[in-house]
């Protein structure tokens, strides 16, 4: 389903204010890529960062991670939090990959979800990322906020929210929209302080859910769930981060 003329504008201001918005996280490679995500549950990616610098250069194999001893890697990646069970779905995941599939991250969904610690946003991070390709939209704490106080969903399942999205976005910008949305959540629409005063989606943007206060303007002339008025709602669809060179400041996220 084509976007409707909202939608539009708030992709083309995403553009225009995140036009070169890709993953924060430092990976070289898919196996990378996706060790990186599944470190970054609880974690900001500056410290998912920090710890993957030596992290990878010793672990360069999905076989180094699965012949490992746990308490070794435990150790090794203790500082991003959840530690032990991080260390488990790692192990676990790069065993089959190890075993099924030649060391290689494959490029598919629906393999990749049935992996230990690997569910639809980390598999969208790595499609969308490492390979390009456009599997979903990643559902993250800021985009599933983001969206939200937009009116682009009323959903607070992260399934939900992305079948929503994807009925009412291009399937080729779900990869940019993806990381535009994580970086726009840092920057403007921050959980406990929206700044609405400053965010460039202001005069597309209802506020839903924003409480008035110091930063928040008015809503905008979309008020009143416009997931309601000007957006199709299917109830089923199709169902895939950031640093840009426009960036205008350093953030910090968990996933
Ligand atoms: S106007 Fe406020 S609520 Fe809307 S996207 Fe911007 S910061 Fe978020």
Redesign the pocket.
Same mark, same amino acid.
């Given at each position: 389903m084509p976007p409707n003329s909202r939608t539009r504008e708030i992709l083309s201001l995403l553009a225009a204010e995140y036009p070169d918005a890709s993953c924060a996280l430092d990976f070289r490679s898919p196996l990378e890529l996706l060790i990186a995500t599944i470190l970054s549950a609880q974690c900001t990616d500056e410290r998912v960062n920090q710890v993957t610098r030596s992290l990878f250069k010793k672990y360069r194999t999905a076989r180094d991670y699965a012949s490992a001893p746990l308490s070794e890697l435990e150790k090794d990646i203790q500082s991003t939090g959840f530690f032990r069970n991080k260390a488990k779905n790692i192990q676990s995941c790069c065993e089959r990959l190890d075993r099924e599939f030649g060391g290689k991250v494959p490029p598919e969904m629906d393999v990749l979800v049935e992996l230990p610690g690997v569910g639809r946003k980390t598999a969208n991070v790595v499609l969308g990322t490492a390979f390009g390709i456009p599997s979903g939209i990643v559902v993250d704490t800021h985009v599933a906020r $983001?969206s939200r106080? &937009?009116g682009l969903t009323e959903q607070n399942d992260p399934v939900k929210i992305e079948q929503e999205l994807t009925a009412i976005i291009p399937q080729s910008e779900w990869i940019a929209f993806s990381h535009r949305m994580i970086r726009?959540g840092r920057r403007? =629409?921050q959980a406990k302080k929206?700044? #609405?005063r400053d #965010?460039p &989606? +202001?005069k597309v =943007?209802p506020?839903i859910g $924003?409480a008035e206060g110091a930063n +928040?303007l008015p809503a905008g002339p979309a008020s009143k769930s416009p997931a309601r008025r000007g957006e199709s709602k299917p109830p089923t669809g199709p169902r895939s981060r950031a640093r840009s060179a426009g960036s205008r400041g350093k953030e910090k996220g968990k996933r």
């Open positions: $983001v106080r &937009l726009h403007y =629409c929206p700044n #609405c #965010c &989606l +202001a =943007c506020k $924003v +928040a």
